[in-house]
């Protein structure tokens, strides 16, 4: 099974140009370069997006980014539990939708999209972008803070995502909202954060809250075991996504491309067989062979197969950074 394309959707790229035409670029650019300094000193995105330009210029340069981290973890959960098909899905702390549009990129048969952040800057051009970029499903946006206590009335969503969204609140938040999440989730939590030491430290917290209430942990660990990582290591990943045109004007960059680097949590209400293992790290390759940073089965190991041992290697010399090892590397 491939994973989905990191390119935002074309026809979502088209509504986001459209609204930037007729835009100054020198403007948006100096827009996109105060989001990315206030994003740094640890503003919130309700303090940092003021005006509809500061909503464009984040549409431009940081919403691809966004969309490729969250599809390329809802990617992952489509690998381990290919019969998942989400028919209802609650985008928190939405922004301008990455999350929502990234499920129906996975699963197309998805009707039901509910959006909820505290920006209504965002929300308006959000509902906004998906119904010029035709969005089929149906979609209810709600002004509201997803830190507070939620009034009670909907059922159960197939899948909730959270992307970039955690990182804002304070540590002491964590525990009641993850409550409120996994309230809210009658199939699969998927929560995206930047791939930071702090925001892997933030969430571990949320992992064994998770498993405190008899979630299954589907993704990126395949165990449920306390995280193996020395102290001073972090897991992360990493997707590349293209720049296309208004990406690269808005943002003031020539490269074609930009490295996204995340952390990733996908948590189940239903069980199955985890991965033996995850590559946790880029594959080193020399002439020799090749070496793989593993996060096996409560342990985390170095692991060299040698292309001497050719049946071995043949099978493990396309695994990239993520994916996970269905059997231990001996038995390969």
Partial sequence: MSLPSPELPAPLSAAIEARLEGRAQGMLRDRARQLSERYRSRRPTIETIRDEADALAYAATRMPATYAAIVRTLGRLDEERPEFAPKRVLDVGCGLGAGSYAAATVWPSIAEIALIDRSALFLNLATGLMQESGVAAAVEASLADFTKPQAGGDAPFDLVVVGYALTEIADSDLPAVVDQLWSRTSGALVIVEPGTPRDHARLMIVRSRLIALGANILAPCPHLAPCPLPANDWCHFSVRLPRRRAHKLVKGADAPFEDEKFAYLVAGRFGGTPPWARVIAPPRVSKAGISLRLCADKAFEETF???????????????????????PAEEI
Avoid: N, T
């Fill in 305 to 327: 197969i040698p292309k001497r041992d050719k049946a071995r290697y043949e099978k493990v010399r396309k695994k990239d950074w993520g994916d996970p090892l269905r059997a």
